[in-house]
């Protein structure tokens, strides 16, 4: 069993990573060298390799035998398939929390989103997806359903990239928030349905959305090189 220190350290070894590739530092389908990250992070290889491995386990990362680590890469119908659940995992979320969010846990929500409004008026996309996160993740506790709100995490881990670039998108930040906003105020007064459906939507991505986010791939991988 791991030590409290020792396991303080592996968690913030993956929680690095996984950062690394959501602000596309290390992007999909990119090679992960051990020996690179153990320079970058002043750790032998053995802490990086079992970071790697618990990374393959949530989906995050893809293991090839004999072909070492690669960040995991979503192809278009994929993506569709998971932003879908995704939004299901999010409406379950917001109708549960719509009813059992106590009132400190509505003022974080109303302290979240006002982090959002203020990202949003600063026009800073990268500072909106971590006001963001934050938002989401306190619907998800709200929801008082451990288990869900587990799985909502693990695959918002997956998609923390592919979230990110979509708020690069023009105009994505300002949209973004003002469906924010009908949350909240269908939070606060009870409505589990109308919740659930306004983030439905809000997960979504189709149609013109999709046809953004995809086509912003390009660009993250032509950034990175």
């Known amino acids: ?32 060298d051990e020996t690179e990250l153990a320079n970058e992070f002043g750790v032998s290889r053995t802490p990086i390799r079992e970071t790697l491995i618990q990374l393959a386990s949530m989906g995050v990362v893809v293991i090839r035998p004999r072909r070492g680590a690669v960040v995991a890469e979503l192809g278009p119908q994929q ?19 719509a009813r059992r969010m106590t009132l ?20 800073n ?3 909106y997806f971590y006001c963001n996160e934050t938002f989401h993740q306190i619907i998800y506790q709200g929801s008082h359903n ?13 998609l923390r990239h592919y979230r990110r670039l979509q708020l690069r998108v023009r105009d994505r930040v300002s ?7 009908g949350v909240v105020q269908a ?30 791939l390009p660009k993250a991988q032509a950034a990175g090189k």
Request: negative net charge; hydrophobic residues 45%.
């Open 1 to 32: 069993m791991l030590t409290p220190t020792l396991k303080s350290r592996s968690q913030s070894l993956r929680e690095s990573i996984e950062e690394m590739i959501a602000i596309g530092k290390l992007l999909p389908g990119q090679h992960l």
């Open 175 to 181: 949209a973004s928030f003002s469906e924010h906003d």
């Open 125 to 127: 996309s990268d500072d």
């Open 187 to 216: 939070i606060l007064a009870g409505d589990g349905e109308l919740t659930a459906e306004l983030l439905r939507g809000h997960i979504m991505i189709q149609g013109q959305r999709f046809a953004d986010l995809m086509a912003s």
């Open 146 to 158: 451990a288990f869900l709100a587990e799985q909502a995490m693990a695959l918002h881990r997956r």
């Open 79 to 97: 993506l569709v398939e998971m932003f879908e659940v995704m939004a299901e995992f999010e409406a379950m979320c917001g109708r549960l929390a």
């Open 104 to 123: 400190a846990e509505q003022q974080d929500l109303l302290a979240a989103h006002q982090a959002c409004k203020d990202a949003s008026a600063a026009q």
